[in-house]
């Protein structure tokens, strides 16, 4: 992972990065798939901390350049490269219109107009990160123990924070509650 993730409008446009604020914590997780294991299941891939937010992708790219960090790879500036279409979509994955040395120009100016469009740039402090295929396994019975429900996973809003220690908890993801 990087030093300082960001979360921008790439993917969800307008319905998720701009409410952020300063302070918030995100908690990121896979779709429900198999992953190989015996049933569908939930991967819980970071928990990240609000630090700064940027009206630009171009604003953050100077942020990033200042601390002397690289550029993440979904920060649309001119010659930062996005990362291979088989690290989003898996190693053995191809999508139509993308190169075989896994660029995907299609893809790559459909993020470049979305930018554009909404150029909300959040970046972040990571607090836990595990973006290989073995993150710590959600069930659909650990989100109801905790929540009570099963809270939506793709947009769900704000949900009270002082779940997520209990949460992390019972996947054994440690971070320190200070840090939240």
């Not at 960090?69 to 930062?80: E, F, I, Q």
């Amino acid at each position: 992972g990087h030093e300082f993730p960001s979360i921008t409008c790439l993917c969800r446009g307008r319905n998720f990065t701009p409410r952020l604020t300063a302070g918030d914590i995100v908690v990121y997780m896979t779709k429900k798939h198999l992953y190989g294991g015996p049933t569908k299941q939930w991967r819980l891939t970071a928990v990240l901390k609000v630090q700064q937010l940027f009206d630009s992708h171009k604003d953050a790219a100077l942020w990033y350049q200042r601390k002397g960090c690289t550029l993440p790879s979904n920060c649309m500036v001119r010659g930062n490269k996005p990362e291979p279409v088989a690290r989003s979509l898996g190693p053995r994955a191809r999508h139509k219109g993308c190169a075989s040395d896994g660029g995907c120009g299609k893809w790559d100016s459909e993020y470049a107009e979305r930018a554009r469009l909404h150029g909300r740039f959040v970046v972040c402090a990571p607090l836990f990160v595990d973006l290989s295929w073995d993150a710590p396994v959600v069930h659909e019975k650990d989100l109801l123990a905790v929540f009570r429900r099963l809270p939506g996973t793709r947009n769900p809003g704000a949900l009270d924070i002082s779940l997520l220690t209990p949460l992390l908890k019972r996947v054994g993801v440690d971070v320190p509650p200070s840090s939240l």
